[in-house]
């Protein structure tokens, strides 16, 4: 059964996939190809990438899916339909990653561009210790978190009803610790989105 929070989410991005992308696209200053880089350099030909929250697949997963074996990874239909579409090169599962089960050790590196910052707080513990387990060894996760302390906040966003949650990066840092991750990159990096100026917490770890 998914958390009713997440079931938010999911219900908001079926809503407005095709707005997200709009205003996504209005955003100044992304970081998110630097941050790619600053992964892929790290990786060799053919890694297995599993990303958490792909949306439309547009741009991270079909960029990844260029050099790399990827299964991209989301809860909502209208956003994975569209991934499927757009990156004929990636696997995709429809699922709950904070719920998802899959074999240990099968991915050389996990990904999520912008949606652990809808993770409820009391879930990001457990999805942390998930994402280590499917990592190899000397594995590597690259995530931008939300960086303000944030238990819930659940109201009206780009025209529908979403979900936001987050710590502050000297908490998400204590987690990712306690998971066992080594940080090997861990930044805040600001941008510009159509509302103002707001900072993401980027984290490059090893497993
Ligand atoms: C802000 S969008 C980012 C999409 C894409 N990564 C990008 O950067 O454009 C967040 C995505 O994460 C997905 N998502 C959020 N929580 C999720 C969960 N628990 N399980 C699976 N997908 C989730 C949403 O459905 C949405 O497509």
């Known amino acids: 059964m998914t ?3 997440t079931q938010v989410v999911e219900r908001g991005y079926d809503a407005i996939s095709d707005r997200f992308l709009e205003w996504r696209d209005q955003i100044v200053d992304d970081p998110r190809r630097e941050w ?3 992964l892929t350099s790290r990786l060799a030909d053919g890694a297995r990438i599993l990303e958490l929250g792909c949306g439309a697949g547009v741009p991270d997963t079909f960029l990844l899916a260029e050099r790399f074996r990827v299964t991209g990874v989301d809860i909502s239909e209208e956003q994975i339909s569209r991934a499927r579409a757009n990156v004929l090169e990636a696997d995709f599962i429809r699922a709950d990653f ?3 089960e899959l074999e240990p050790a099968q991915f050389d590196a996990v ?5 652990l910052n809808h993770v409820p707080r009391d879930l990001l513990a457990g999805l942390l210790e998930s994402i280590y387990s499917w990592l190899v060894p000397g594995g590597l996760l690259l995530a931008a978190f939300g960086t303000s302390d944030t238990e819930s906040w659940t109201g009206e966003w780009l025209g529908t009803t979403m979900f936001f ?4 990066p000297d908490t998400t840092r204590r987690m990712l610790s306690s998971a066992g991750f080594e940080l090997l990159r861990d930044e805040l990096t600001p941008m510009r989105e159509p509302e103002g100026d707001v900072d993401f917490h980027w984290v490059l770890a090893r497993r």
Do not use: E, I, K, Q
């Not at 990904?111 to 949606?115: K, V």
């Not at 949650?165 to 502050?168: A, D, E, V």
């Open 36 to 38: 790619s880089g600053a």
């Open 165 to 168: 949650s987050s710590f502050p």
């Open 98 to 100: 904070t719920a998802l």
């Open 3 to 5: 958390d009713p929070r």
């Open 111 to 115: 990904a999520a561009f912008y949606s």
